[in-house]
Structure formats: C-alpha cells, structure tokens
C-alpha cells in the first residue's frame, strides 16, 4: 500500500450521481404558461459527502447503491402528475419542492458516514433549483 493513499490530512470527499424521471405538473397561482398541465424530463442530481472511507475499499460509498437509493427515492415520481402524488404531501410540486422531498427522503437512507450535501433538480438545461440544509 502507498503512504498516500491512508492520508492523515483533514479533507472530505463528495460523490455525486444523476437521474432522471418523467413527470407532468401544473403550478398552481404561476399566472403564466406554467399554471396549464405541461410535462418534463426532469434531472435529478445528489451530492453526498464525507470525511471517513470505507476501510475495505477505501470509498466513501458505492456509486451504484447510491445510485439506487435515489431511484427509490424517485420511483413515485415516475410518469406521475406530481399535482396528485402523495409524496409531495398536497405541496405545490415546484422544482423547488421537488427537491426538498428528494433531499430529505434519500437524506433518511443513508449510511451514518454519509452526509447528503444538496440535491438539484433540472426542469430544463440551463433551469435548475437546489435544496441543502446546514
């Protein structure tokens, strides 16, 4: 093993996975085109953090079971009118508000050496709201 790789300096490490689901939605009091029934693409990015490896494999945390926590996180989303979705608990389902339901339930599945950073959901390229909590 190299020296480098058991390093005692402070730092932390963020991984980040992206998704995607299909979804329609009205934003209810828009007074604009958005207010009518209309669909997305939407984007969905997680940033994880954390500042203790796995001691095995020295990761902070797998991609792909990362990966899969968000699409659990997801799956009541997809193909859904998000105006109707349970999830969002009657919550104007802004891009905004999507990404505060994705944070805090993915937040809850992780493992204690993984800190969930901030979750960004894109309506669009170039339209994007992002949720962090301090």
Known sequence: MHAHTRDTCPGRWRLTVQEE???SHQLDHFKGRCERLHGHNFGVSAVVEGDVLEADCEIL??????RRLLRQVLDPLEHAHLNEAEVLAGANPSSENLARYVFRALRA????NVRLAEVSIDE???SRATYLED
């Open 124 to 126: 669009k390229r170039g």
């Open 21 to 23: 689901f299909s979804a």
């Open 109 to 112: 599945l992780l493992p204690a």
């Open 61 to 66: 945390m797998d991609f792909g079971d990362l």
